[in-house]
């Protein structure tokens, strides 16, 4: 079945073949197909992509339908680069955690692997939480990759030694761990000290940060953070459901440093304010 998908904005995840459409459907002709699929991630985007869906309705005569995380529709499995690029793999759906902020729980449901397909970032919601064989497998895929990433977030309490052995033979470039709350820390910390032992630093590790409650405390976790030997990235907290949120300017400010490296660095080795930093 050829299949259009459509998306309400272009990121670095979006595929990019012939079959693959941002926003409303372009003053020329699209290729033979059988569906369009417009895809919504964030439900902020939803008004945009039930707009887009009677868009692309009048351009065609073929079945258009709407769905996305947003709208709940089923996780159960992977399709290589239908959704996301190629390059980007799920080795597993759902997790079998209870973090207060997540909905991937409730979306996707505990978790399960999938059949392993080839790619070099691993998304995984919590590819450590996968059985050791489960794991074995994925790393004897990687060993044909490279620039390997681990971009869904690794639970720092299960970082150990079987992992970091396996990803010693492997070409990583990044490992995205997450530190989310003041009591993440020590577990955070200790997860940076074993990978500094393996030969793993700050460039390699990154770490990703919910923001947006208590500024002088989030300023303490992300200090801490880059302290150990990782590069935070601070990301605003939204509300799974309903609008999006709207921050301060200050906010505002205050995210765009703590997510850009050069600004970080110029912070926190040199003491710069971020209110001095320049957008």
Not at 13 to 28: I, M, Q, R, S, W
Not at 253 to 261: D, E, G, Q, T
Request: charged share 25%; glycine share 6%; hydrophobic share 35%.
């Amino acid at each position: 079945m050829k299949i259009i998908r459509v998306f309400p904005r272009r990121t670095s995840y979006t595929p990019t073949d012939e079959f693959a459409f941002v926003g409303e459907p372009p003053g020329l002709l699209i290729p033979p197909h059988d569906e369009i699929h417009i895809s919504c991630v964030f439900t902020w985007d939803k008004p945009y992509c039930e707009q887009l869906k009677y868009q692309w309705e009048a351009y065609t005569d073929k079945p258009v339908k709407l769905g996305g995380p947003a709208y709940g529709s089923p996780a159960t499995d992977f399709t290589p680069g239908m959704y996301v690029k190629n390059g980007i793999t799920f080795t597993s759906r759902g997790c079998n955690g209870c973090c207060a902020w997540c909905v991937v729980p409730k979306r996707e449901g505990a978790l399960r692997e999938l059949p392993i397909t080839p790619g070099n970032i691993i998304q995984d919601n919590n590819f450590l939480q996968t059985s050791r064989s489960h794991k074995d497998r994925v790393f004897e895929m990687l060993e044909t990759q490279r620039g390997i990433c681990f971009k869904g977030g690794l639970k720092s309490s299960l970082v150990d030694e079987h992992f970091i052995e396996h990803i010693q033979a492997l070409h990583i470039s990044e490992l995205w761990l997450a530190c989310d709350t003041d009591s993440d820390i020590p577990a955070f910390a200790d997860a940076a000290a074993e990978l500094a032992k393996a030969g793993y630093n700050r460039k390699k590790i990154k770490c990703y940060a919910i923001i947006g409650d208590d500024m002088d405390a989030n300023e303490h976790r992300l200090q801490e953070i880059y302290k150990v030997g990782a590069m935070p990235f601070a990301q605003l907290y939204q509300p799974p459901d309903g609008p999006k949120r709207e921050y301060s300017a200050e906010w505002n400010k205050f995210h765009r440093m703590w997510s850009r490296p050069a600004s970080i660095v110029a912070h926190c080795e040199r003491g710069t304010d971020f209110r001095d930093f320049n957008t």
